[in-house]
């Protein structure tokens, strides 16, 4: 079982619509977890950590389910400009040291 | 403004040369990080570094090498020894390597390299 998987998409939504992504991981001793965002062609680029209670910016919200081991990421009133890859990661220190996992990303495409 | 900066940006190599790939940071960030995306695939990492002359293989490093001498810099060589080497590279670094959510990657805008 990989450590973070993502839906990889394309998630093809219209300007003004609302979409989510989950993202799963495997390991529940995570600690922290994040999105990027990568643009094609592009270095990823933070979009938001996730907190455990939740957290907004803007059009974006994350969120974090421990009990079901996954975070998501909802994007109200999607703009073109939205569209792009959206990366999760998910951190952890153990035995074994400093884990940082990449999931594949989710593609999201908004058309006009 | 403070960032990481890669060059070359774009790189072509003929089959059996080694190649150099240059990170810097000023950022005064104590990791950092090479990783390999190929297309429409994910980030895989090819060697990862704590702290100055000290660095790790990650889940790649066959065919690469790399060095930590200066905390600001960490150059990854291509060697020829790398079977599929075309790929676009990816440098990061960060606060060090506590997983809390203050420990945020940056990002350098990445190599393009492609083997002739």
């Known amino acids: 079982r990989k450590e973070v998987e993502q839906d990889p998409g394309p998630f093809n939504v219209p300007e003004g619509a609302t979409v989510a992504f989950n993202c799963t991981y495997s390991?529940?001793?995570?600690?922290?977890f994040f999105w990027y965002r990568q643009d094609c062609r592009k270095e990823p680029k933070l979009l938001m950590s996730?907190?455990?209670s939740g957290n907004e910016d803007g059009r974006f919200t994350a969120q974090l389910n421990r009990a079901s081991q996954y975070i998501s990421l909802l994007i109200r009133d999607s703009k073109l400009s939205d569209s792009a890859t959206y990366l999760c990661?998910?951190?952890?220190?153990?035995?074994?040291?400093?884990?940082?996992?990449f999931g594949k990303g989710t593609s999201l495409l908004v058309t006009p | 403004d403070g960032g990481i900066t890669q060059s070359p940006k774009y790189l072509f190599r003929k089959e059996g040369q080694n190649v150099t790939l240059s990170c810097e940071q000023n950022?005064?960030?104590?990791?950092m990080y090479w990783y390999r995306q190929d297309p429409g695939q994910g980030l895989r990492l090819i060697y990862y570094?704590?702290?100055?002359?000290?660095?790790q293989k990650g889940d790649i490093a066959e065919g690469y090498s790399v060095s930590r001498e200066k905390k600001e810099s960490f150059p990854l060589t291509v060697t020829s020894a790398q079977k599929n080497p075309t790929a676009f590279y990816l440098c990061?670094?960060?606060?060090?390597?506590?997983?809390?959510?203050?420990?945020?990657?940056?990002f350098g805008a990445g190599s393009r390299l492609t083997v002739l």
């Open positions: 990061a670094s960060s606060i060090g390597t506590r997983a809390d959510r203050s420990n945020v990657l940056t």
């Open positions: 996730v907190y455990s």
């Open positions: 390991n529940s001793a995570s600690q922290s």
């Open positions: 990661v998910v951190t952890l220190n153990s035995n074994s040291g400093y884990a940082l996992n």
């Open positions: 570094s704590q702290i100055v002359n000290d660095f």
């Open positions: 950022l005064n960030h104590d990791a």
